[in-house]
Structure formats: C-alpha cells, structure tokens
C-alpha cells in the first residue's frame, strides 16, 4: 500500500485528508515542514502533500529539499493563502496562484488551490503519480 505524508498546519485539514485518503493509502501526517522531513527520515514514504505557508520553514523551501533528497517521491502542493484575485489585492500580498506557481518552480508535480473538492485532489493524485 502507498505511503501519503500530509504536511499541514491546520488541524482539521490534516483530520480531513487522513480521513479521505486512509481508504487507499497509509496516512503520516505532521504539521510543520521541519516534522514532515523528519517523518521522511524515519520512514520512505511515495507521495507529499505539503501545504505553501506553514510556520517555521515554508512549503517552498520544504519541496526543495523534498526533491535534492529524494528524488523519486512525488509531490503536491496546496494552498490557500494569499489572495485569490483583484476584489481581494492587497498590494503587498503575494497571490495563491503566485505560491503555488513557486511550488511549480521548485519542484512540485502538482498544485491545488485550497478549498478543494477530494475528486480533484483523487484525480491529481492519480496523474502525478502516473508521470
């Protein structure tokens, strides 16, 4: 069975997706980066979840290390921080689409704006981990 590590500092987005995706994986999850990887450390895993602004060292910086380290997992970054278009500009906000194109550029396979329906997170999750 596939090993999913969910990094998420928002506990009942971590509650929801264990619940979600227990049903076809093994669930390890952890609430900022600095755990995920030590999580990683303890034990492989095939697939990371991470969330983009989590406290401590962020998701970019998290996935760059994700994939010097190990090459081979795949990864999709989620977020929902920032602002999500022009009736929300703040002019020193960073956009959700500027954070999860940085997880692109960084080395995610796949990017989701948070909120999602679980198909779309199960269909990205089938095509990421089938390139």
């Given amino acids: 069975m596939r090993r999913i590590l969910v990094i998420d ?3 009942f987005v971590l509650d929801a997706l264990k619940r979600v ?5 093994v669930v390890v999850v952890a609430s900022t980066a600095d755990a995920g ?4 450390r303890e034990s492989p895993v095939d697939l990371v979840i991470i969330d983009v602004i ?6 970019v910086a998290a ?16 977020s929902g921080g920032g602002n999500f278009g022009l009736n929300s500009y703040l002019p020193d ?8 194109a940085a997880c692109k550029a960084a080395g995610a396979n796949g990017i989701l704006a948070k909120p999602f329906e679980t198909a779309e997170l199960r269909s990205l999750i089938n095509q990421v981990q089938a390139a």
């Fill in 9 to 11: 500092d928002e506990p």
């Fill in 63 to 78: 996935i760059k290390i994700i994939r010097r380290d190990y090459p081979g997992v795949r990864i999709i970054a989620i």
């Fill in 37 to 40: 990887l030590t999580a990683m």
């Fill in 93 to 100: 906000a960073i956009s959700t689409t500027a954070y999860l």
């Fill in 54 to 59: 989590l406290p401590g060292m962020g998701g």
């Fill in 21 to 25: 995706l227990a049903t076809t994986a």
